[in-house]
C-alpha cells in the first residue's frame, strides 16, 4: 500500500505559475513510477505528466513546455511546475504512483486559473 498526501493547489490569474507537491509513504520501495493526472469538470481524467524511477518522463502535448516533473532524491516525492497557466489548465489534479501491486492515487489537490 502507498498512501500519497498532496499540496500547492491554489487559485492564480492567467500566465502565473504553481508548483505542485506530493509525497508517498508506505510501500515506497516498491514504486517505479510516479506523475499526475488531471480532471476538469465535465470531463475524463488526463495524463498530465508522469516520471519513472530512471529518470524517463512523459508529457501530455497541452502541458509540454510549460510543466515540468520532478522526483525528490529520495524518489518518494513528486513535484510538478506549472508556468504560464492557461484557463483551461484549471482541474483537480491528482497524483499517482505505480507500483508492481497496482496504482495508487492521491485524494487531489484544486488549480484554477482565472483572473
Known amino acids: 500500500q502507498v498512501h500519497l498526501v498532496e499540496s500547492g493547489g491554489d487559485l492564480v490569474q492567467p500566465g502565473g505559475s504553481l508548483r505542485l507537491s506530493c509525497a508517498a509513504s508506505?510501500?515506497?520501495?516498491?514504486?517505479?513510477?510516479m506523475g499526475w493526472h488531471r480532471q476538469a469538470p465535465g470531463k475524463q481524467r488526463e495524463l498530465v505528466a508522469t516520471m519513472m524511477n530512471g529518470g524517463t518522463i512523459n508529457y501530455s502535448g497541452s502541458v509540454k513546455g510549460r510543466f515540468a516533473i520532478s522526483r525528490g532524491n529520495a524518489e518518494n516525492t513528486v513535484y510538478l511546475q506549472m508556468n504560464s497557466l492557461k484557463p483551461e489548465d484549471t482541474a483537480v489534479y491528482y497524483c499517482?504512483?505505480?507500483?508492481?501491486?497496482?496504482?495508487?492515487w492521491g485524494q487531489g489537490t484544486q488549480v484554477t486559473v482565472s483572473s
Open positions: 508506505g510501500s515506497i520501495s516498491s514504486i517505479y513510477a
Open positions: 499517482y504512483s505505480a507500483t508492481k501491486t497496482g496504482v495508487y
